[in-house]
């Protein structure tokens, strides 16, 4: 079993549409958890970066996680077409980034006009 | 304020050959990570540079090395490279006490 599942989808949203991308892990030590957007061919860009539980807003993304339920989640609201992408969650043990981020393999999202 | 570049952005290599790759941190970042994205995957861990020495590694083989130098940038070396080394190698820079890590465009190995 790998310590970071996320489903690679694709998943398919209208313009306008709220969006819930989700990820499972079982290592309970992981403290921090971040959401990143990958375009085709590009680099990760990093969009959300949490401590612990609870929830964190930026705009249109909002980003919860459970650590209860060793369960992790980004919001998008009113989505864009340029929204379509591949969000991939990561997470780690401690603050300090000599600990590796584990990744998801990624979900694709597209947002049709 | 210049991010994570990184060279070169394309490469072919054929079996047993060696390749470099070369990443320049985002400007006042100290620490480097190397990571390789396979097709349809999530990136791995190979290993991160902080002061010049390598601080902890992930489940690569010897054959992946690297080197980080006094301007902070950072070189990544895989030597006899195999079909299976064909991916996305992504650098990605942060500062030492923080886990936000800032990724390049990152460098496309294609193996023959």
């Known amino acids: 079993q790998k310590e970071v599942e996320q489903d690679p989808g694709p998943l398919s949203v209208p313009e306008g549409a709220i969006v819930s991308l989700n990820c499972t892990y079982s290592?309970?030590?992981?403290?921090?958890f971040m959401w990143y957007r990958q375009y085709s061919r590009k680099g990760p860009e990093l969009l959300m970066y949490t401590y612990s539980s609870g929830n964190k807003e930026d705009g249109r993304f909002t980003a919860q996680v459970d650590k209860s339920s060793k369960y992790i989640s980004l919001f998008i609201r009113d989505s864009q077409p340029s929204d379509s992408a591949t969000y991939l969650c990561a997470m780690s043990e401690t603050s300090n980034s000599g600990y590796a981020l584990n990744f998801g393999k990624g979900t694709s999202l597209l947002v049709t006009p | 304020d210049a991010g994570v570049t990184q060279s070169p952005t394309h490469l072919i290599k054929t079996r047993g050959q060696q390749v470099t790759l070369r990443c320049s941190p985002k400007s006042g970042h100290d620490t480097v990570s190397w990571y390789q994205q396979a097709l349809g995957q999530g990136p791995q861990f190979i290993f991160q540079?902080?002061?010049?020495?390598?601080?902890q590694r992930g489940n690569f083989p010897d054959r992946f090395s690297g080197h980080q130098f006094p301007n902070y940038s950072s070189e990544l070396n895989v030597n006899a490279l195999l079909l299976g080394d064909s991916a996305l190698y992504l650098c990605?820079?942060?500062?030492?006490?923080?886990?936000?890590?800032?990724f390049g465009e990152g460098s496309r190995l294609t193996v023959l």
């Open positions: 290592n309970s030590a992981f403290q921090y």
């Open positions: 990605a820079s942060s500062l030492v006490h923080s886990g936000e890590l800032f």
């Open positions: 540079y902080y002061e010049e020495e390598e601080r």
